[in-house]
């Protein structure tokens, strides 16, 4: 029952934690309402293209989304340790696989 109790505690714990595992993404602030989603410099995976979130008073603007439904489950990850805003629009920028889901 203790250990149970333990188990439970620390899962509470991680969930509570404000910064979910985006790897191998960087997310980080720019500035007020102004976030970037990267891969690090040494980064030597896959190409993908940065991930920008721009906040509004109503909703979120993104440009570009990542290239995979994996990318995308991050990208929603870190919005939503932020914000619950809805996301109103997307902006892809060009068409290389690289940027759209």
Same mark, same amino acid.
């Given at each position: 029952?203790?250990?149970?109790?333990?188990? =439970? *505690?620390?899962? /509470?714990?991680?969930?509570?934690?404000?910064?979910?595992? !985006? +790897?191998?993404?960087? &997310?980080?602030? =720019? *500035?007020?309402? /102004?976030?970037?989603?990267?891969?690090?410099?040494?980064? !030597? +995976?896959?190409?993908? &293209?940065?991930?920008?979130?721009?906040?509004?008073?109503?909703?979120?603007?993104?440009?570009?989304?990542? +290239?995979?439904?994996?990318?995308?489950?991050?990208?929603?990850?870190?919005?939503?340790?932020?914000?619950?805003?809805?996301?109103?629009?997307?902006?892809?920028?060009?068409?290389?696989?690289?940027?759209?889901?």
């Amino acid at each position: 029952m203790i250990r149970a109790l333990i188990l =439970l *505690a620390a899962l /509470l714990a991680v969930r509570a934690s404000a910064q979910p595992d !985006l +790897g191998p993404f960087v &997310g980080r602030e =720019l *500035a007020p309402g /102004l976030h970037l989603l990267t891969t690090p410099p040494d980064y !030597l +995976g896959r190409v993908i &293209g940065n991930v920008s979130i721009i906040e509004q008073s109503d909703g979120l603007v993104l440009v570009d989304s990542g +290239g995979t439904i994996a990318d995308g489950r991050r990208v929603v990850a870190y919005i939503r340790s932020f914000t619950r805003k809805p996301v109103k629009a997307i902006l892809i920028t060009h068409w290389h696989g690289d940027h759209p889901l």
